[in-house]
């Protein structure tokens, strides 16, 4: 019988396929006691699973080596790798097994809720979404007991995967397969697998568990991850509705592909500079495909998440190197480490309990508090510098005496690095992330300091209007459409424009479509944005006519509420 259910879709798109519904991923066990007497032998076999699960991992991480495309994944890997090497985990668990006395089994479900518990305590969204590594890292060991072996049921060409949840290791799989679609229900669009299966185009539904389990293996189900839609046994007039969306979406496609070569130009021949944002060498190849004009924001902090250790020199300068290879002469942004807040190292580079971290050590403050790791920083982007042109750039700004003394560090390095015969590039430009309100506001005494200048929208916005980018609860309130921050914004435009200095945002107001032409008429000829964004944003800038645009800037800054701002853009 037809059912139609509604969801959140944490990776858009659309599939027709067939439910293939998958047994929970941690179903809990029947807790069958165990003699006292086997307790040693349980723990041995314990630990013959952890092995065995370690051994899966290394193979798995060995397969993909070579596989660019899948980096991303292979952090995946190493991170559930890591968690099963914690001595903590193995101690805890064989306590468990002791104390109970339990099987292997149940432990492991002890352990995991105990995990959970302080997971879910947790503010940080960021790191509440680790507990899906968490769980999944205990579920491969799961299945090695029951199983003999961790690999998944992932599905089969044409297939609706229908679980609770889906691992990162496992969506690379799934669409190599075929796997057309998954509705799950659990998931949220921070966690790895959603940036993943973004990246794949797989689309991803979140249905609640109630209308989840009405979906029987085996029959025809419909997805629109584009409007958040389920429809299960669709009837005749949703297929012809289907194959409406499909066309429309084709057509989008092919119109986009068109446009990887064609310049960022206005229709009154103003060239726009779009730039792309990286977090990892896939975002690069994506980027150089679609023609970015260099990369305008590469979050170097991803290099130190995911690991006990920090990266030494060499490692950074290889990784950088690459990069700007990759880019083959165009610009390449390196920001230094913005750990702090809503990203948190596991090397304890960042603190790890502050009052408000948003407030706190982190961005450049935190760099400036680790002078040795700023240091090692900063020369690997210096040495980069000589295989193709390098700009580094410098998250939360606040004070003109941070930039100076952070100029002379710069200046004195360079010297350091050639005196030690390492090649240097002449001119490394050394620019400062405007993400801090009074950054903005005292921009014109801070101008001299810096060469290029990136707006943080991101954080600008969050604490221009004082809501945290990361709560739910205030999220609508997260809006760019509020009189001082077009007012900010043109301020800053204008003021690099007076000093001639480069001015670009790389917040994700630059890649939402919908404020290309209001961006443009405050001004903005630069943009940095995920690479998925760049196709549309560019089709959208070949619209636009800038002169008239700018004319729009003074009606536009007069405008007093969020409701006469809407319309406006909307109309522009
Ligand atoms: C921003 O704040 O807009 C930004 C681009 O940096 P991040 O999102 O990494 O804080
Ligand atoms: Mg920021």
Redesign the pocket.
Known sequence: MRSAFSGVAISKGLALGRARVRAPHIADLEDKPLPPEDIDAEIERLAAALATTRAELAKLREQLQYALAQEQLGEFIDLHALILDDPDLVTSLNDLIRSGPYRAETALRLQRDRLAAIFDAMDDPYMKSRREDMEHAIARVRHVLQRGSSADVVGLAGDVLVTDLIAPAEIAQLSERGVVAAIVTHGSVLSHSAILARGLGLPILVLPREAAVQITDGSPLMVDANHGEAILEPAPDDLRHYRKLEQEQAREKRTLAKLRHAPSRTIDEVDIRLMA?AESREDLTRAVRLGADGVG?Y?TEFLFLNRRDTPDEEEQFAAYRDLVLAMNRKPVTLRTI?IGSDKIDSAGIALQKEPNPALGLRGLRLALARPALFRTQLRAMLRASAYGPVRVLL?MLTWREEMLKIRALFEGYKTELRAEGHAVAENVELGA?I?VPAAALALPSIIDTVDFVS??????IQYLLAVDRGNDAVGDLLSPLHPAVLRVLHDILAIGRKHRKSVSI???MAGQVRYTKLLLALGLTEFSMSPSSLLEARSAIRESQYSHLRRRAGNLLKLRDRAALEKAVARL
Do not use: V, Y
């Open positions: 944002n924001l979050r913005d998250p992330m993400e707006i943080g929208t991101n954080d600008l790389c917040g994700e």
